[in-house]
């Protein structure tokens, strides 16, 4: 059975037949009837254990665009809550002929240890502060589109990169696609050996901007954390956040990105936010394509 568990297991033709793929998808769902028959005889479970808004909606109308049955299941109101473990759930909803299950974990590795135990095909919505695949590969079609290509531009992810599956997955795919990578935020959200995925560390905000084409903004992701060790909002604010003056500062154009929910006031001010060269809602729009695209090519493997 093929997965989608982490960019990690992808090289740069994957993406590159991913997006061309979505290419078609995106070009479907702008036609009044948004919908193909692709997948009508596939079931696909979606799981969350941990809360979504983007992710969980995209997922959903991916599937139901290309003629899926779905079925949704919220762990807050589900018998995990009366002690029934990951491996029994899942084998339960697949005993009522599920083929593939979309899941959101907070636990790290969510993904893969579930493929190993179950018979469907996997794709990890985010599974705690390690990979969000779908994100990256959205995130990477969406610059694509805006700039042209991927190859050579230069991205800086800005923010909490400890704790931050977004940051992660992007890595993996800007550097597959031949992107430079700067990383920037304070020091105590910054992994330690994060060289060594072939990225460049700046702490100074506006050093880091000057330097890019684009700026992937990130949340700070307070529920992963211990407080005490973080700088307070104010701070952060202070040193990370950017807003109009920021921008205006610079003596170019750049294109900015989030991968959302928006902390506005934080990390990034609502005027930014919501300017002309903010493509925050073109990532939103183009993750239904690209996971049409994802779901499209897993099915294709599953003998039917
Ligand atoms: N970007 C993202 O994963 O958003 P949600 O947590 O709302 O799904």
């Not at 084409?213 to 973080?230: G, T």
């Amino acid at each position: 059975v093929d997965h989608l568990l982490g960019i990690k297991y992808l090289n740069e033709k994957d993406i590159e037949l991913i997006f061309k793929t979505a290419d078609h998808f995106k070009e479907v769902i702008n036609r009044p009837i948004k919908k193909v028959p692709s997948l009508r005889d596939i079931t696909i479970a979606n799981l969350f254990f941990e809360n979504s808004t983007r992710t969980r909606l995209s997922f959903e109308l991916a599937e139901k665009r290309l003629s899926a049955d779905v079925v949704n299941f919220s762990a807050a109101s589900s018998s995990v809550k009366k002690g029934e473990t990951l491996i029994d759930t899942v084998n339960n909803i697949l005993s009522m002929k599920v083929d593939m299950v979309v899941m959101r974990h907070p636990n790290p590795g969510a993904g893969i240890f579930l493929s190993r135990h179950v018979k469907a095909s996997i794709i990890n919505a985010g599974d705690g502060a390690h990979e969000h695949p779908t994100q990256a590969l959205l995130d990477s079609y969406s610059i694509r589109e805006r700039l042209g290509a991927v190859a050579g531009k230069k991205v800086v992810i800005v923010g909490d990169i400890l704790h931050s599956r977004v940051a992660l997955s992007n890595i993996f795919a800007l550097k597959l696609q031949g992107a430079e990578v700067k990383v920037c935020g304070p020091k105590t959200l910054l992994p330690k050996h994060i060289e060594s995925l072939g990225v460049n560390v700046e702490t100074d905000l506006k050093k880091a901007l000057e330097w890019c084409d684009v700026a992937n903004m990130l949340r700070v992701q307070n529920e992963r954390m211990d407080i005490s060790y973080f700088p307070s909002t104010r701070e952060y604010a202070q040193q990370f956040q950017l807003n109009k003056k920021m921008l205006e500062s610079l003596n170019k154009e750049i294109v900015v990105m989030h991968p959302g929910p928006i902390n506005r006031g934080v990390e990034i001010t609502s005027d930014v936010a919501d300017a002309e060269n903010a493509i925050i809602l073109n990532q939103v729009q183009n993750g239904v394509a690209v996971r049409m695209a994802v779901i499209y090519l897993l099915a294709s493997k599953i003998n039917r």
